[in-house]
C-alpha cells in the first residue's frame, strides 16, 4: 500500500520547488493527497520560505498542536531560532528544502518511517491490547511503537498507578522484532522480599540456604534473549540497585551460591509512578543506574488527559467482563456521568467502575442511571460549561499573554471547531456541520474562505 501524504506550499515563489517535491516523490511511490487546512489528515509536508506568524498559526492548524505528523520544510536555511519556533508550532520535524532532490529523499525517509509507525499503531497488534484515540494517547502509542520495532534500548515507562504502564510494557515485547525473541519475564520490584531478593534476580544453587532444596533460575536468566520487565523499579534498595547495574553493564551475573558466571542479554523496560529524578537527587536512587535505565522515557497520560478515551474504554471493559454475551450500550445519562466522573486511579478505575454497574444490570436493554451504585452518584450541577476545563482557561490566558485579541482567539476556537468536527466525521461535510450547529452551507463558505486566505 502506497504511502499517503498531503503537501502544501506557502507563497508563489515556492510553487516551483513545490512541484519538484510532489513530482518526486509520486515517483517514488508517494500517494500525495491534495490539501484542506480543516480536513487534512494524515502526515504533511510544508512548504514555506520565511518564518512568520501566519506559517506557525497554518502549523499549529494542521498539526492539530504537535499531534498529527508535518513536516516543516524551508525553502532557505533556517537558523536555530526559527526551527525551534517551528517546532513550538507543532512541526514534528524541520528541514531545509534548498536542494529539492537531496530534500526529497529526506522528506520520504521521514513520511515511510511515519508511515510504518502509524501502520503498527492500527493493528491487531496495538488495538486488541491497549485503547485509545485521543491525540494525548496517540502521541505516546507512537512513540512507544517506534522505539519497541525499530531499535532496542532500555526504556523506563512513567505514570501515574492504573494508566496501563504493564500493558504498555506487553505490547514492546511483542513488537520486538528480534529473530529468536525468547518470553516476557515480569517482576514487581514492590513485593520482593529483602531475604530472598537475591534469589529473585540471581537465581540460587542448591544448599545456597536453608529451604534452597533445588537449583532455580531467577530473572536474569529466565529473560535472556527475551525482555525482562521490571515494575515499581522505584522501590528497588540500594544493594540491588548496584548489583543491576552490574549485571546491564556486564551481562553477566552469578547464582547466589554459585561461582560459576552466566551470560544473559536481555531488553530491560522498568516502569514507575515515582519521580526517579527526584529520588536520584534525595540519594535514593543510583544516577548512574537511572540514566541507564532511561535511555528511552515514555510518560503515559493520565485518563484526565484523554477524556475522549473514556466511553471507548468503557465499551471494551464491557465486552471483556462479559464475553460469552453481547454487551450492552450505555444510555445517555450514563455516557455523561462516565465523562464527567474523575479517576484518580485512572484506566483501572474505569474499569471497577463499569464493573460495579453491571453488577446490577438486568435485562437487555442499555445501562441506565440505576445500575450506578448509589455512593457513586454525582450530584447534578446545571452549569452547562463543564468542558471549559483548566486547559481551555489556560489556553487563552497563552494567547492574552502573546497580545492575540478577542477576534483572534474567536477565530482560533472556530477554525479548531471545525478542524475537529471534519476530521471526526472523515471530511464528510453534512455529519461535521451537523455536530457543529450550522448548515453544509455555511460550513462550506467558511472553508472556503479560510482556503483563500492560506
Not at 483572534?408 to 476556537?413: E, K, N, T, Y
Request: proline share 4%; net charge neutral; with cysteine.
Amino acid at each position: 500500500m502506497a504511502i499517503r501524504a498531503w503537501v502544501h506550499c506557502v507563497g508563489q515563489d515556492q510553487k516551483r520547488a513545490g512541484n519538484d517535491v510532489v513530482a518526486f516523490l509520486s515517483q517514488n511511490g508517494v500517494d500525495v493527497q491534495g490539501f484542506d487546512p480543516y480536513s487534512a489528515r494524515g502526515s504533511g509536508v510544508l512548504l514555506f520560505g520565511e518564518v512568520t506568524g501566519d506559517i506557525c498559526d497554518l502549523l499549529r492548524e494542521v498539526s492539530g498542536n504537535g499531534h498529527a505528523r508535518v513536516l516543516a520544510c524551508g525553502c532557505a536555511t533556517l537558523s536555530a531560532e526559527c526551527t525551534w519556533r517551528l517546532m513550538q508550532a507543532g512541526a514534528s520535524d524541520v528541514m531545509s528544502c534548498v536542494e529539492c532532490r537531496q530534500a526529497a529523499h529526506e522528506i520520504i525517509a521521514r513520511l515511510t518511517r511515519w508511515d510504518a509507525v502509524d501502520r503498527l499503531v492500527d493493528s491487531p497488534s496495538v488495538g486488541d491490547l491497549l485503547v485509545g484515540q485521543s491525540p494525548a494517547w496517540k502521541a505516546s502509542l507512537r512513540q512507544v511503537v517506534e522505539v519497541a520495532h525499530f531499535t532496542d534500548p532500555s526504556v523506563l515507562i512513567l505514570g501515574e498507578s492504573g494508566t496501563g504502564k504493564e500493558l504498555v510494557a506487553r505490547l514492546m515485547h511483542t513488537l520486538d522484532p528480534h529473530a529468536g525473541k525468547q518470553g516476557l519475564v515480569v517482576l514487581d520490584c514492590s513485593t520482593i522480599m529483602p531475604e530472598l531478593s537475591g534469589s529473585e534476580f540471581f537465581g540460587h544453587e542448591r544448599g545456597a540456604f536453608t529451604g534452597a532444596v533445588s537449583a532455580r533460575d531467577g530473572a536474569f536468566a529466565l529473560a535472556d534473549r527475551g525482555t525482562l520487565f521490571l515494575d515499581e523499579v522505584g522501590e528497588l534498595p540500594v544493594h540491588l540497585q548496584t548489583q543491576l547495574l552490574r549485571v546491564i553493564q556486564e551481562h553477566a551475573f552469578k547464582r547466589v551460591g554459585g561461582n560459576a558466571w552466566q551470560r544473559t542479554s536481555f531488553r530491560l523496560v522498568c516502569a514507575t509512578n515515582r519521580d526517579l529524578c527526584a529520588s536520584v537527587q534525595r540519594g535514593e536512587f543510583r544516577a548512574d543506574l537511572y540514566y541507564r535505565l532511561a535511555t528511552f522515557v515514555c510518560n503515559l497520560p493520565p485518563l484526565r488527559e484523554r477524556p475522549e478515551d473514556i466511553l471507548c474504554l468503557a465499551r471494551r471493559f464491557l465486552r471483556e467482563i462479559r464475553p460469552d454475551q453481547d454487551p450492552p450500550e450505555l444510555d445517555a445519562p450514563v455516557q455523561e456521568y462516565l465523562l464527567r466522573r474523575e479517576y484518580p486511579g485512572n484506566v483501572r478505575e474505569l474499569k471497577q467502575v463499569v464493573a460495579r454497574m453491571l453488577c446490577r444490570y438486568a435485562g437487555q436493554g442499555p445501562i441506565t442511571v440505576g445500575c450506578i451504585p448509589p455512593d457513586e452518584r454525582l450530584a447534578w450541577r446545571e452549569d452547562g460549561g463543564e468542558w471549559r476545563d483548566a486547559g481551555f482557561e489556560h489556553a487563552i490566558r497563552q494567547a492574552l499573554a502573546r497580545g492575540v485579541g478577542l477576534k483572534g482567539i474567536s477565530r482560533a476556537a472556530e477554525e479548531t471547531a471545525i478542524h475537529v468536527a471534519v476530521g471526526e466525521n472523515d471530511g464528510n461535510l453534512q455529519r461535521a456541520a451537523r455536530r457543529l450547529g450550522v448548515t453544509d452551507r455555511a460550513l462550506q463558505i467558511r472553508r472556503a474562505a479560510r482556503r483563500q486566505e492560506s
